[in-house]
């Protein structure tokens, strides 16, 4: 049983950068692919982007050019880099994985973590 555990969300002003690890136990993850996703008020939770087992990303349209997804297998872990961030990108942000596919959730969920994007 695979646990993933997010960090590092917190209140973040516009136009501001923020990173969130997403640390997994129970597994390994290295050989599949990865996802972060997010979840606004009275919204639907929605895919934002993943990272597979070579490394290559791929990311939502609202987020392209300002997010980063990245691995560190020697950690088991998983990053969302965030940068400009808007309000709008306010959220919980989830770790999912693992996945074949881009934007088709995995088994494990992790926790989430909030990101409040305000000036």
């Known amino acids: 049983q695979v646990q993933l555990v997010e960090s590092g969300g917190s209140i973040v002003r516009p136009g501001g950068t923020l990173k969130l690890s997403c640390e997994a136990s129970?597994?390994?993850?290295?050989?599949?692919?990865m996802g972060w996703y997010r979840q606004a008020p009275g919204k639907q939770r929605a895919w934002v982007g993943g990272?597979?087992?070579?490394?290559?990303?791929n990311y939502a349209d609202s987020v392209k050019g300002r997010f980063t997804v990245s691995r560190d297998n020697n950690r088991n872990t998983v990053y969302l880099e965030m940068s400009d961030l808007k309000p709008e990108d306010t959220a919980v942000y989830y770790c999912n994985g693992p996945t074949q596919y881009w934007g088709t959730p995995g088994q494990f969920w992790g926790q989430g973590t909030q990101v409040t994007v305000s000036a």
């Open positions: 129970g597994g390994i993850i290295e050989a599949y692919t």
């Open positions: 990272v597979n087992s070579l490394g290559g990303t």
